[in-house]
Antibody, heavy 123, light 108 residues
């Protein structure tokens, strides 16, 4: 089955760190660019970060730049998000999402999403 | 950053009704780089429409998208029970890509 499954969400104090994982299965993970998108309680979706299939392009939203690090391991078919210096406003469900294009192409919309993992930042 | 404003916030309709969802952009969206997603509680978002009006794989033809510039519309011609959900618009013509706040389509 083609799917993405996120894990690693937890309750963490402000200033703390967390590492999210996204396990891909049913498709050639190494051929696709990947993204993290989050959804704060009662809010819409917010794009967080992008990594290309070859890892030679990485982008972040201004709200997380310098605090979050995206990475991927094609041998493990996994996407990661290292989250440091967490703030209350980072509280959200975090989704991994696959770009619809494969190879070197990027189209910036997403045809496969996981169900998300909850991150709560609170003292 | 392009801000997307969806209206109405909630749409109360009955099965068989026609649903018209609106998304307005704070600036013109370039080259028709516009998409719509559906999300049901506890589920992953699902791509419905991309390129303003192209249906994603497996999406029934009762879903259609239209618009240009700053005004975009998702139309569901006849609501089926499985269509009651939250719908999000997305622009990907300018960086950063952005999403709207969502329209909930609920059963009247």
């Amino acid at each position: 089955e083609v799917q993405l499954v996120e894990s690693g969400g937890d309750l963490v104090q402000p200033g703390g760190s967390l590492r999210l994982s996204c396990a891909a299965s049913g498709f050639t993970f190494s051929s696709y660019s990947m993204n993290w998108v989050r959804q704060a309680p009662g809010k819409g979706l917010e794009w967080v970060s992008f990594i290309s299939s070859s890892r030679n392009a990485i982008y972040y939203a201004d709200s997380v730049k310098g605090r979050f690090t995206i990475s991927r391991d094609s041998a493990k078919n996994s996407l990661y998000l290292q989250m440091d210096s967490l703030r209350d406003e980072d509280t959200a469900v975090y989704y991994c999402a696959r770009d619809i294009a494969h190879g070197d192409s990027v189209r910036w919309f997403f045809d496969l999403w996981g169900r998300g993992t909850q991150v709560t930042v609170s003292s | 950053e392009i801000v997307l404003t969806q209206s109405p916030g909630t749409l109360s309709l009955s099965p068989g009704d026609r649903a018209t969802l609106s998304c307005r952009a704070s600036q013109s969206v370039s080259s028709s780089y516009f998409a719509w997603y559906q999300q049901k509680p506890g589920q992953a978002p699902r791509l419905l429409i991309f390129g303003v009006s192209s249906r994603a794989t497996g999406i029934p033809d009762r879903f259609s998208g239209s618009g240009s510039g700053t005004d975009f519309t998702l139309t569901i011609s006849r609501l089926e029970p499985e269509d009651f959900a939250v719908y999000y618009c997305q622009q990907y013509g300018s960086s950063p890509l952005t999403f709207g706040g969502g329209t909930k389509v609920e059963i009247k």
